[in-house]
């Protein structure tokens, strides 16, 4: 089915009067989120028997089970033991079986995030603080139920589609922060097996910890190289979890020095029963209303929390760089996500949300990357160079298996997790692997990240970089200037994560939206912007769900510039749609002005052209 | 200064009667070696006043001394401590001194090597296994006055003169010997961590050896990457190990848990005295006359050990892409090396001799590399592509500090290090560094080896690699038949180095070399040969000292058999004079027969060029 999303019904642009008011046009963006997706319903499950599904599906189940276990024993530890593996569990199958089934985007993996972690302890901190420890499971259910109503007033509302304001800007800085709680959750966790074990068994498990990391993070770029077979080197790279994790289990207790030296492993648990002594159901009818309002901010923040993890993982499993064909459905899901709350908070979950840092994994994982032989002639500039041939693998994004069998599976390996026997296997795992996990998910989280990438770049001597690098044509004080907003966003967060502050990061994050599009534009040019920022949406099929793309404030800014300084009518066509109308993944931009800053534009938008391919592909030397 | 040694007086070509036999005219090599190089001297000293000199001092006394401490601490406990760090200070600084000062080639670094401990107890343990374990200090130095004999007459005789027929076939082999001799000996060093330490100390030795081992391996690379100004990325990268060890035995003693793990540290000793209770002079001439004569053939082993150790390590300082104009002296210097075995056994300490993986480490350290930009135009093969450019970093080797001094240099810190306080801050060193420097040197003789290298080419996918690679003109069958000799090698000697019978190790390694002269050309045929193997010794200004480059067995047999093709005198020039005369690194052939037959040549030769390039531009990406 090749369906154009380009214009999609959904829309507010050119309305007028009570029409274009969100919040009068109740459950609008859901209605058509369901109708755009549900023609693929049938087709999600058929396209679902092949075996990328089936690969994608063992790595999501390890990329999702491990870190969630490991955010679960650090819950455990700072929640005096309320939250434990099998409230994770639950928590974790609950959202896998009702976002596989229902979702409008399935690609979208739910589940238990670091955040949630520190969200739930620093409640718990609270709650201690004042004295009142002993209601925490009623006032984190109330918390949930507050959070949930938010979020279903968010998706009825129609307020997703704010989310088309995300830029690269913030969402760079927000996994940055992401992957930094990572590393030092794993960090974390690593003292705690000083602690609560003993020194060598500490030790050890660093030993563990980094061999793990170094091991999945070899295995995945296999897949990168040209070294052996093309189904071998995508074996080892799909199966790069599962092996490490079996391998390293294995290692840890090889009879001898290492078997007898004192690893922390998962706690034994009573398979299906709440960690401490009660029923499932949390009685939070029994909540003195003092408290249920004390609830109703820390809900806000809640939903402000996950109003934009949720959906910035959403918009990372349908990133630029998959050629996804099925519509998103940001609205309807995130109304699912409010009923997951509801169900989880009244029964004593930690709450699932969308992985930031998994979310392009689950997608990638589905994706029939083709190797793609790509040769070339280089001359040197020097007159009398011979010219050398250039064999280069070039790895193209060739489609992706978008289908729900492979949440759906996972959810039953899930479920599978938390019977009896599979409980008595994960208890042979030392914990240090989850320290692995921690640095694996966050160090991906981080290194790719364009922050660090920009960073990296102003530290590069310029002169050996490539001639159609665009951010050649800026000054290096410019981007340091530009990260500096992002690094100080990070690490405030990062700062007051730390504290029992810690409920207000998400303020910090969101704030970062407002910072770009009001003050940016003031301090950086269009052209500079262009170079260094980009919606994090840009594709049709994502952003039909949104209502489509808004015009970025530098463009408009520097429209409304050249119109003012050009005075009357030669160019009549500067009108308001500025949207993206190509689905290469450039936003267009109306250039209008005199013949210099047409040529201009030509360039940069070639330079951007050739930077854009790169995610895309990824190259491996001979 | 810039002297032609394609026609040194020194050569044994074209030579009749007793004149040509080597035994009949000694000295003739040391002779020439001591005439060639001194009008150097004055300028060895001069040399040596700049940076780079410095910087090489540094790197070099690291590299020779962190490694040296290692064995010995590894002989210590395997000789029930008759040879202890004192003995290993004594012989470095011994050997530093001698070689700085006298030798031809003061590039090559002398001292204590992973073979030499390998030796010495293997001697010990035969000598216990006799039961005569307490005349062992009289066996070893009768081992080394005998060894001291047959270097002497190697060297008056002109032995070193075969050094030519070396090929990267069996130095290659070697270079992978010694590379897994290092790193196992690194593992070993750390079990010995569990074992004489605790568990605890055994694990947070295991971190902080791999930690140590990332970081200079890191630091190192930092050089060819395109990474902050030109002088930072050189200067992190020389002082790699200074680094590495100062941070690492600092976190060491970071106050509290690391702290108080109990880890093993480089034992105190009194400055300038014997390990064991003794005089430094050892009385051998106490020893019973029956075992004076078994240590006859274990001198002769000994001598076949330093014979081509020592001169492959030579070989190695003074290889292919360092840009060298000084000549080498294998005679004069292998007689050098007699003297410091005869000094060195007669008061007990370990016998120095060049060091292998170190040896291109000096020279590498002194040679000024200079960035060069190569901006290049890369044309894709389809014709709608668009042309990029390429702007690559090439680091090409532009002069070697040829000096004397750092060698000098290292010698006295060698000898400062012997007194009292600086033992004592050497004792603040965790010896799970060593186990880090093992790890880093042994990697590096196993990482770069064409041996591993081959193997890497064979597991590759053939379509990626670059057309200009000579060895896809080989079938792969035929390359893993070619490196199966190799590895065949490598494994026997390291499994005997195993055993009790690891005296008999260089018999092993040496016999390589007549397997690649008399089989070898029987089995491939000329092309593969050329492409696969080449004679580790190719550059004039080496060559000179060991009479010349000698014609190949496979060029030879080739030539040969196509004169009794061709049958007559169609062509006279065939004759037996086909060295290499070009200082590029090729061997020139006699290319005769058909004008298909030199057309083919003409390509390999061009294959060649560019291949033979490789090995001394060290690339970096953008």
Redesign the interface.
Known sequence: MSVDFRNDPYTWEGLTGWKSYRMARPFRGMYWDVRRRLPYYWSDIKDGFNYRTFAGTVRIFFVNLLPALAFQLDMERNTDGYFGINEGLFASALAAVVFSLLSVQPLTVVGITGLISLFNYTVYDIAVDQGVGDIYPQLIAWVSIWAAIFHWMSAVFNWCDYMRYITDFSSNSFGLYVGIIYMIKGVEELVDQ?NNG???G???S??IA?CYWATVYGLELMGST?????YIRKLLSDYAYPIATIFWTGFSHIPG?IK??DLLRVPHTRAFYPTVDRSWLVDFWNLDVKWVFVALPMGILLTLLFYYDHNVSSLGAQAKQFPLTKPAGFHWDFFLLGCTCFIGGIIGIPLPNGLVPQAPVHTDSLTEYK?R?????????KPD??Q??????IIVADNVAEQRVSHFLMALGLIGTMTGPLLVVLHTMPRALFCGVFFVVGWGSIEGNGIIDNA?YI???T???????PRRSLRKSRIALYIMFQILGVGFSVAISQTIGALGFPVIIVSLIPLRWAILPRIFTEHELLVLDAPTADADVVLASMGGQPELPEVKLARQKREAQDGDGEQGDASGTSFASNASGLRSREVVGSKDEQEDAREKEQLEA?RGVEPTLRT???
């Open positions: 000083f003993s020194l060598s500490g030790y050890l660093v030993v980094l040209i070294m052996f077979r093309p020095r007898d030296t190797d032989l790509v040769t070339s002639k280089e001359t040197d500039d160079a011979p050398l041939g250039h064999n280069k693998k990296i530290c590069k001597e002169r050996f970089v490539s001639p159609q690098e050739q491996g030397h001979a």
